[in-house]
Structures are given as structure tokens and as C-alpha cells.
């Protein structure tokens, strides 16, 4: 079946310093990838997306490459805000089906 | 535009107990779905409806139930609520495009509590 693994967190960093959050999935067929996000007290938002292999999804300074060979889709930022301080999702669709299969989350820290 | 609601925000049962969960959304989607979220565990289907009077299960349906009689709503129902029902509670929609390329929307969470 599908599955995601993400890095356990929380991840704390500075503001202004780079962040790589790592996914890692297994899935049959070609998965469209996500990464979505949840701020505190609120539902989760769709960040970005890659629906194909080498596609790059990007949003606010965030980015992911859909790597197919790894099976990875690393999220990634050049230069944190407190503001991005959330818990992100890393998620498979596959093609068949209507089921989102998320990873377990990761938690953002941003410190002033 | 409202988006996803989701009534009530927080809510506490004894073991047995039953209660729904309600799931409004007014932006025409035919898709509608329920999550919940435990820690370390992420996101997990329950059940999900692809159109009004269309319902299927998702990875944890047992202990819950829906309907879809309209479709602006989508809601959920605890028969006998056990503590491993503890969770907080998602409803998502998204449009009728292909499930790969359409985004889900979120509601902002019913946080339940069984004692």
C-alpha cells in the first residue's frame, strides 16, 4: 500500500536560517506529491504541489522537487520567518483512487 | 465565502455516548471527506462521499458512520463513543477534478474528548 515518512520533528531553527524538511514515500503507479501545512487552531492548507517526476512545486518562498529515482519530495527555504513557525504534511495521491495518505507531520519552530 | 464548517469546536463524551459531527461546505463540491488527526500518526481517512447519496470507507471507518443527503453536507456519527475515539476531527472537500490535480479544502477541527 502507499505510505509517507517524514522526519520526526519538532525542528527548531532561527529566524532566517535554511530549512529542509525530508519525505520520503512508497506508492505503485505515478503519485501526485503535496506538502500541506496546519498553523496553530486552524485546518491544514495545501502549500504545493508536483503532480509528475522532476516537477518542482513552489509557494512563498517554499519549494519541493519531485525526485522519482529516490522517491523523495523534500520540502525546502532559503530564509525561515517566525510566521512559518506550523506543522507541514507531506501526502500521496495516486491515480486510482480518492484516498490522500499523509505523513505523520512535522513541527516548525521558528525562533526571533 | 464560508469554506468548510465544522460544528462543534470542542467536545467531551462519556464511553457510550453517541454525537454527529457536522460538515458544511458551500462552495459545490461533490467531494467531501472526514480525517482525524492523532499525534505522530498524521491525517487518516474515515469515510469519504464523491456525491450526494455516495459514501465509501476510508483506511479507519469502524465506530463511524455518514450519509450524504445533500451536497453542502457531509456529517459524521459516533454511535457508541469509545476513548480511542479521542482525536481531533477534520472534514475536507475538494471540486469534482481529477483527485490528483485538486486541492482539499480543510474545516478548522472538532477536538473530542471520550472519557
Known amino acids: 500500500g502507499n505510505s509517507v515518512t517524514q522526519m520526526e520533528g519538532p525542528v527548531t531553527l532561527s529566524e532566517e536560517a535554511f530549512l529542509t524538511i525530508n519525505c520520503t514515500y512508497t506508492?505503485?503507479?505515478?503519485?501526485?506529491l503535496f506538502w500541506y501545512v496546519q498553523y496553530p487552531g486552524e485546518g491544514l492548507q495545501l502549500l504545493l504541489k508536483?503532480?509528475?517526476?522532476?516537477d518542482k512545486g513552489s509557494n512563498k518562498g517554499f519549494e519541493a522537487t519531485y525526485r522519482k529515482e529516490t522517491t523523495s519530495f523534500h520540502l525546502e527555504k532559503g530564509s525561515v520567518q517566525v510566521s512559518d513557525s506550523a506543522v507541514y504534511f507531506c501526502?500521496?495521491?495516486?491515480?486510482?483512487?480518492?484516498?490522500?495518505?499523509f505523513g505523520g507531520g512535522t513541527r516548525l519552530m521558528v525562533k526571533p | 465565502n464560508a469554506g468548510v464548517t465544522q460544528t462543534p469546536k470542542f467536545q467531551v463524551l462519556k464511553t457510550g455516548q453517541s454525537m454527529t459531527l457536522q460538515c458544511a461546505q458551500d462552495?459545490?463540491?461533490?467531494?467531501m471527506s472526514w480525517y482525524r488527526q492523532d499525534p505522530g500518526m498524521g491525517l487518516r481517512l474515515i469515510h469519504y462521499?464523491?456525491?450526494?447519496?455516495?459514501?465509501d470507507q476510508g483506511e479507519v471507518p469502524n465506530g463511524y458512520n455518514v450519509s450524504r443527503s445533500t451536497t453542502e453536507d457531509f456529517p459524521l456519527r459516533l454511535l457508541s463513543a469509545a476513548p480511542s475515539q479521542t482525536s481531533v476531527y477534520f472534514c475536507?472537500?475538494?471540486?469534482?477534478?481529477?483527485?490528483?490535480?485538486?486541492?482539499?479544502?480543510f474545516g478548522s477541527g472538532t477536538q473530542l474528548s471520550v472519557l
Open positions: 475536507a472537500s475538494r471540486g469534482s477534478g481529477s483527485p490528483t490535480n485538486e486541492k482539499l479544502f
Open positions: 506508492a505503485t503507479g505515478y503519485p501526485s
Open positions: 508536483a503532480t509528475k517526476a522532476d
Open positions: 501526502a500521496l495521491n495516486n491515480n486510482a483512487g480518492n484516498m490522500l495518505t
Open positions: 462552495m459545490n463540491h461533490e467531494y
Open positions: 462521499s464523491v456525491g450526494a447519496g455516495i459514501t
